[in-house]
């Protein structure tokens, strides 16, 4: 579970821990399938602009699982505002959650209908 986030010796919750041991190992191997073959048929991007949404991309500087870079893709989407905080990894809502909601709580100031 550390590659889920930025930094060595960040202190996982228990929760998450307990929750993903009693995943059974068939239910985790084929949502991780299941996740592969979603991505694998049609980039987000492109699901994404197709429902013509605000659309903010929060993505980890330092994240392990995934390319920071690859964050730009986002920008495909029309109007997409794409935040890559550093010292972040793949969980930046658990590794520090009032800097992320700061990102969120200014996204959505500006789409208040």
């Known amino acids: 579970m550390s590659t889920g986030f930025s930094r060595q010796g960040y202190e996982i919750p228990q929760q998450l821990v307990d929750d993903v041991r009693g995943t059974t190992y068939h239910a985790f191997i084929e949502t991780s399938r299941a996740a592969d073959d979603y991505l694998k048929r049609r980039a987000l991007p492109d699901r994404l602009t197709a429902l013509g949404k605000p659309l903010l991309v929060i993505f980890g500087k330092e994240d392990r699982r995934w390319r920071s870079a ?5 920008h495909a989407v029309p ?3 794409v935040e890559i905080p550093a010292g972040l ?3 930046p809502m658990l590794e520090d959650p ?3 909601a700061a990102l969120l709580l200014a996204f959505t100031a500006t ?3």
């Open 89 to 91: 990894g793949h969980s």
């Open 79 to 81: 109007g997409a505002r």
């Open 98 to 100: 009032p800097q992320t």
């Open 111 to 113: 789409h208040i209908a």
């Open 70 to 74: 690859s964050a730009a893709e986002y």
